[in-house]
């Protein structure tokens, strides 16, 4: 059975930094590739960011281009999300989802992950 476990959520002031890890574990499962989504209230689940795990290629949202920064560590069989220059806008639950081998679509979309973690609340204050 695969798991995706968040941490590193919390409650920041506008200009701080944040670090969220993911961390998947399951009898042989690698993830295909990693995404990180946020819902704010009253909103849909958007996308944040999201990395190909084979070949180390990122994705950004336009509203977080240049402030944070997706990775993943194989080794670990861990995925990241460094959180800079967090402005209040950025206040939601941010959930990470993986994909597994038979997994297809859009790494933006996310009906094209799997796996889901349980969500860690991100709140900036101004």
């Known amino acids: 059975q695969v798991q995706l476990v968040e941490s590193g959520g919390g409650l920041v002031q506008a200009g701080g930094s944040l670090r969220l890890s993911c961390a998947a574990s399951g009898r042989t499962f690698r993830p295909y590739g990693m995404g990180w989504f946020r819902q704010a209230p009253g909103k849909e689940r958007e996308f944040v960011a999201a990395?190909?795990?084979?070949?180390?290629?990122?994705y950004y949202a336009d509203s977080v281009k240049g402030r944070f920064t997706v990775s993943a560590d194989n080794a670990k069989n861990t995925g990241y999300l460094q959180m800079n220059s967090l402005r209040p806008e950025d206040t939601a639950v941010y959930y990470c989802?993986?994909?597994?081998?038979?997994?297809?679509?859009?790494?933006?979309?996310?009906?094209?992950?799997?796996?889901w973690g349980q969500g860690t609340q991100v709140t900036v204050s101004s």
């Open positions: 989802a993986a994909r597994g081998p038979y997994s297809s679509g859009s790494l933006h979309d996310t009906t094209s992950y799997a796996y």
């Open positions: 990395i190909n795990w084979s070949t180390g290629i990122t």
